[in-house]
């Protein structure tokens, strides 16, 4: 009613929403400004669809996705986007091969099912290719949704163990303070006071993001835990601020490792202080854009500490100074390196194509 | 130590324009999906969020829209920000989900001898502010457009190109638009149903 009485008592307001929308062009745009200076109504509208609009672009908009999920939604996305571009078997003849080894593998499947059971492990939930284990106080739960599989521990230690010879859904084993991706393997997880206290991968690989730490990709025989916080120094936590502990990987195969084989949580201290300043060192340099400089720290900090959990980090940052450096010799044998040691890291997809 | 808030690449790296973006991505490069990820996929939540006020759905249609789009790299016009058209393949994905949910609630209406409701009900149930509710009101055609226009600031032009529709129609959609959200606050704000 407003607006009809406004229409009748201005002729022009119809050009309020041309002139907004584009519709006006050269001197229409300029003649409707100097009516607009002089017409009341007209203004009021202009300012009216201005105040819409403003009121529009305040409207709350769905929490921002937190950072793990934002990750997780990317890999999601370059796997599905790696997998359309794997080419399709064409011919029949490959057809019916790859239907006999199928054929073949279900038999073996069914063989290895039926097997007699040489343990009695009390497997609380198998519907499918995803076995868990738990103790009586474990605190977890288990979801599953389209093509997702969701175990969610509070406290308490699981054993999984995922068959990856049967069809399955993507595993997630969400983490009071992260998240474990299943990349085909049999582990083990432990979490207390709303914290991750342990992983060990028996077989196949994890890969485990932790709020505020790289992702790690933990292989058969690693075995992962946070590290103790060091003792707190009165005179120092003064001037200081205090550190977050890094975690500490080890390997049961010593060819590897490069740490004690030792299931204590806490690595030496000696080792952390000098990977953890060699590290900053190396970030240090990356961030104040002298590449060059960065890119040999971070290959020194590889070649001193190889199974640091920053070291898939330094690997992909190396790629990314030399890259920045305009090395590309060096910067494609980095990515290869790169590649060969992480052949599921989190930066495999962005790394993958500075190789060639 | 790492700070993981922003990518290394995003803070000070030159970059890469997105049109070399695209180019990489019709190449079948994954490190250019990831790059073109990281660059708007914020600004594209937000505008997917507005529109669906689902999470879930939002989750979805955003893995959809950078699929959508790096399969039809080849054919990106070279412009030199890829938003608008992101934006074009999203609202694309919304409208072609509208009307698969709207053959879906026709079949059920069908069942039960009710009318369906001309508005997706999705965006009224998580709905909050008054702007919000009035929001939710308008069909989607109508709400997509607007706010194509006056919060992600594409043009006519190219909302035209982006939704497949004539010019004449975005116009139309927009003046529609205005008017009844107003109506619909001057009715929220009033208490009126």
Redo the contacts between chains.
């Keep these: 009613m407003k ?1 009809r009485a406004a229409e009748l008592a201005c002729p022009r307001l119809f050009e309020v ?1 041309a002139l907004r ?3 006006l062009t050269g001197t229409e745009v300029t003649r409707f400004q100097s009516h607009a200076r002089t017409c009341p109504i007209c203004a009021q509208e202009m300012q ?2 201005t105040e ?2 403003e ?11 937190d ?1 793990l ?2 990750r997780r ?2 890999t ?3 796997a ?3 997998a ?2 794997a080419p399709i078997p064409g011919s029949s003849r490959t057809k019916l091969w790859l239907a006999a080894v199928a054929a073949l593998t279900v038999v073996a499947m069914l063989a290895w099912r039926l097997r007699p059971s040489r343990t009695a492990a009390p497997v609380v939930a198998s519907p499918n290719s995803v076995q868990v284990q738990a103790a009586t106080t474990t605190k977890w739960s288990r979801r599953a949704e389209n093509q997702l599989e969701t175990i969610t521990l509070e406290a308490g230690t699981l054993s999984i163990r995922v068959d990856h010879q049967r069809p399955h859904r993507r595993l997630l084993v969400m983490l009071p303070d992260g998240e474990l991706e299943d990349v085909g393997t049999t582990f083990s997880v432990s979490a207390a006071a709303a914290h991750t206290t342990q992983v060990t991968v028996q077989d196949g690989s994890v890969i485990l993001r932790l709020r ?1 730490l ?1 992702a790690l990709t933990l292989r058969a025989g690693d075995s992962w835990s946070p590290a103790r916080a060091p003792a707190p120094d009165t005179a120092a936590s003064v001037l200081v601020p205090p ?2 502990p890094l975690p500490s990987v080890h390997s049961a195969n010593p060819a590897r490792a490069s740490v004690p084989s030792s299931s204590n949580a806490a690595a030496p201290a000696g080792n952390n202080s000098d990977s ?1 300043t060699d ?2 060192a190396a ?1 240090s340099a ?2 104040s ?1 002298d590449n060059a400089r960065a890119s040999s720290l971070f290959a020194a900090f590889l070649g001193q500490h190889p199974r640091d959990s ?1 070291a898939e ?1 330094a690997a992909y ?1 190396r790629v ?1 100074t030399l890259q ?1 450096a305009g090395n590309a010799g060096d910067m494609k044998q980095a990515a290869t390196e790169y590649l060969a040691r992480y052949p599921h890291g989190f930066r495999y ?6 190789s060639h | ?2 700070q ?2 922003h990518k ?2 995003e ?4 970059q890469t324009s997105d049109a070399e973006l695209m180019q ?1 991505l019709a190449a ?8 073109l ?2 660059r708007y ?2 600004g594209l ?2 505008f997917l ?2 529109a669906t ?1 689902d ?1 879930h759905d ?2 979805d249609l ?2 959809a829209t ?2 959508a789009a ?2 039809s790299a080849e054919r990106y016009d070279g412009r030199s920000s890829c938003r608008p058209w992101l934006v074009g393949i999203a609202a694309q994905l919304l409208r072609r989900r509208r009307q698969t949910l709207g053959r879906l609630v026709a079949v059920l209406a069908s069942l039960k001898d009710i009318q369906p409701s001309a508005t997706d009900p999705s965006p009224t149930l998580h709905a ?2 008054d ?2 509710r009035a ?1 939710a009101r308008l069909s989607q055609p109508k709400r997509l457009t ?2 194509m ?3 992600e600031g594409l ?3 190219e909302i035209a190109e982006a939704l497949a529709v004539p010019i004449g129609t ?2 139309t959609r ?2 529609a638009a ?2 009844e ?2 109506q619909a ?1 001057d009715a929220e704000r009033s208490g009126k149903p």
Excluded: N
Excluded at chain 1, 55 to 65: G, H, Y
Excluded at chain 1, 349 to 354: G, N
Excluded at chain 2, 11 to 14: F, I, L, N, S, V
């Design positions: 607006a929403e929308d584009g519709r009216s669809i819409l609009a009121a529009l672009r305040s409207t709350a908009t769905p929490p921002k996705a950072e999920r934002v939604e990317r999601r996305l370059l599905a986007f790696d359309s571009l505020d790289p550190q977050p953890a590290f900053r970030m990356f961030t854009g920053h980090d940052l990314l920045r997809a962005e790394v993958e194509p500075l | 130590m790492i993981r808030g290394p690449a803070r000070d790296a030159p990489q079948g490069q994954l490190g250019a999906l990831g790059e990820y990281d996929q914020a939540r937000s969020g507005r006020r999470s939002v989750d955003l893995h950078f699929l790096a399969k909050r502010t702007v919000d929001l607007l706010l226009a006056e919060v043009t006519c032009a975005v116009w927009l003046h205005r008017r959200l107003r606050l």
